[in-house]
């Protein structure tokens, strides 16, 4: 046996050990929740399906397409637009649409938005993709693109959240 195939072996080996040392854990997988966890109402679940679908999907500022990317508000509009909701593409706005909520009673599909202090302008939105025990879990685009985190555990997140609006129940 020459080195080589001694080094593909090895590769395989380390492959398959971390494979099995992943499938047990409980991290969620590779670029994050693929699928909403259950939900009742199938519009909610089609919006936040749609945005997850996304991830991976670069930054753009003003983007709107899953083609050349998106910017936060560019990914609400776009998940809620291919759903039938109606939004401005403007995170500030979109922070006006529907009704407010209260955090602990966010559901899949609000929106939560941001600002960088209290009596600041609305800078960022997110969608939510799952209220729990470990806080609340958003889909969102950001400079590294579109991805999926918590925002009640984030040291950057959590302080600047103002509000939650539902648009979907209109």
């Known amino acids: 046996m020459n080195s080589l195939s001694v080094l593909k072996i090895l590769s395989g080996l380390l492959l ?3 494979g099995l040392m992943y499938c047990k854990s409980s991290a969620p997988p590779p670029g994050g929740i693929s699928s909403i966890p259950s939900t009742e109402n199938p519009l909610r679940k089609e ?3 749609l945005a997850l679908q996304q991830q991976g999907k670069k930054y753009k500022y003003a983007g709107r397409d899953p083609r050349s990317g998106f910017d936060c508000s560019g990914l609400t509009y776009y998940a809620m637009g291919e759903n039938g909701i109606d939004l401005p593409p403007v995170s500030g706005l979109q922070a006006l ?3 407010e909520v209260p955090l602990s009673q966010v559901q899949p ?3 939560v938005y941001f600002r960088r202090s209290p009596n600041s302008d609305v800078f960022h939105v997110s969608l939510v993709v799952a209220n729990g025990k470990d806080g609340i879990t958003v889909v969102h685009s950001v400079s590294r693109g579109v ?3 918590n925002i009640s555990t984030s040291s950057y997140w959590k302080p600047k959240i103002a509000g939650a609006r539902n648009v979907l129940g209109r």
Do not use: A
Request: avoid cysteine; hydrophobic fraction near 45%.
């Open 97 to 99: 649409e529907g009704r």
């Open 16 to 18: 398959l050990t971390l």
């Open 109 to 111: 599909g609000d929106l």
């Open 147 to 149: 991805v999926v985190e």
């Open 47 to 49: 919006v936040v399906n």
